[in-house]
């Protein structure tokens, strides 16, 4: 069997991990040679390029080098979507593979299933299901339109499953296997324990100390000149509180500087460059609180039990509210300051892991591929 597993941005690479070290741990226990092993190359569309934004994650992960690069690159999203496709598809005609493994939400995954799809080729969507109900969100529409037409659709949380068969979506597609994101947390957990990243002069943080970590990159958040200055604002404020850690995406670092607002930070709110993998998960750790408009961020933190307050009107990602330790604050700031400070104050939310996010989804995706009729 032969499977392409793309990855292009920033949190595709700790999903696709976990599987290619599941196939490689199948592949050790077959006969070299004999038609049961799994022939896994990966496919980076190059939808993030930055040193910091996919070459560190390879290099932590342990991922090989992927077998293509496409170079696809910033532009609009039919410019982006569009230079992977026709990319993709010389891909897949030199190598005609089984199956296209896609993950999560990006414009590399809707780009790539399409592409497989159209020459006759099977199509996993690990990550499927999830919806925001918010279709001004380019993620929700990729999440929908990669879902209609996939095979294999691998499920993180019960509401994947409800919002598949709503959309009906049969049943036998659909597989509840858990969160390959969370297998690459739990993998290397060990290793961020061991992070100095707290101890660094840029932050020079004590364990006792607590601080908030903030991540924010979506379009809705950090396109508009006036909702970026209240976010500014709003961090400014809570850093007279706490340290705030601020690691800026490529995104809002643009538009700090178009707005004219870098100047605008205060001296406990520490901007930062993006940051590794095995670090990012020693800052999630250690924070008292974290304020983020991620997807996996809220799915992280829920996983390692620490506080966590979205600035989103919707979540794709219910079971972190209602399992876990997520807030939905909408996109009021004045609503997300207030639930920050009663957390400074005391005010936690117990959470607990969801289901079957125990870090052995990979190998029930690499059981059920095999032993389906591919
Ligand atoms: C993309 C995904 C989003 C995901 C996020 C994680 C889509 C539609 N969006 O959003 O779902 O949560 O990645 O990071 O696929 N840029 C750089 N260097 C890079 C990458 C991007 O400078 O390595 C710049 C681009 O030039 C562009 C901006 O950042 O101006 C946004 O990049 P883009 O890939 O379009 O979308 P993201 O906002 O990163």
Redesign the pocket.
């Known amino acids: 069997m032969k499977i392409i597993s793309v990855v292009g ?3 595709n690479f700790m999903k696709v991990a976990p599987i290619h070290f599941a196939i490689e741990k199948f592949n050790q226990l077959q006969t070299p040679g004999l038609p049961n092993s799994i022939t896994h190359k990966i496919c980076h569309t190059g ?4 040193e910091k ?2 070459k560190v994650f390879f290099e932590e992960l342990k991922l090989p080098k992927p077998d293509y690069y496409l170079g696809a690159g ?1 532009g609009s ?1 039919a410019e ?1 979507t569009g230079k992977i496709i026709i990319e993709f598809e010389k891909v897949l005609l030199t190598e005609k593979p089984d199956l296209v493994i896609v993950v999560g ?4 995954t809707i780009a790539c299933s399409l592409t497989a799809v159209k020459l006759g080729i099977k199509v996993a969507h690990v990550e499927a299901g999830l919806r925001s109900f918010d279709r001004t969100m ?2 929700e529409i ?1 999440r929908i339109l990669t879902d209609t037409i996939s095979d294999f659709l691998f499920v993180t949380e019960q509401s994947g499953i409800d919002n598949l068969k709503r959309e009906g979506i049969a049943d036998e597609k659909v597989y509840f296997v858990g969160h390959v994101m969370i297998d690459s947390l739990a993998r290397y957990l060990p290793l961020a324990e061991k992070s100095e990243i707290l101890r660094q002069a840029q932050f020079n943080i004590n364990h006792d100390e607590g601080y908030i970590l903030v991540t924010m ?1 979506r ?1 809705s958040n950090v396109d508009y000149p006036k909702k970026l200055k209240e976010l500014i604002a709003m961090l400014n404020r809570l850093a007279e509180k706490k340290k705030v850690i601020f690691p800026v ?3 809002t670092k ?1 538009n700090l500087d178009r707005f004219g607002l870098s100047g605008s930070i205060s001296k406990n709110l520490l901007i930062t460059d993006p940051i590794g993998y095995i670090d990012f998960i020693a800052l999630t750790k250690n924070a008292e609180l974290i304020l983020t408009d ?2 996996g961020i809220q799915e992280e933190s829920t996983w390692l039990g620490i506080q966590c307050v979205t600035l989103r009107t919707t979540t794709e990602r219910p079971v972190t509210i209602e399992t876990g330790t997520n807030y939905l604050a909408g996109d009021d700031f004045k609503k997300a300051e207030s639930i920050a400070l009663s957390i400074l104050n005391g005010k936690r939310k117990e959470g607990k892991i969801p289901v079957l996010w125990d870090g052995q989804a990979a190998e029930r995706i690499v059981k059920i591929l095999v032993n389906s009729k591919l």
């Open positions: 941005a920033r949190p939808q993030h390029y930055d934004m996919s910033s999203h982006q939400d990006v414009n590399s380019p993620e990729n990159h379009p995406h490529p995104r643009k991620s997807g």
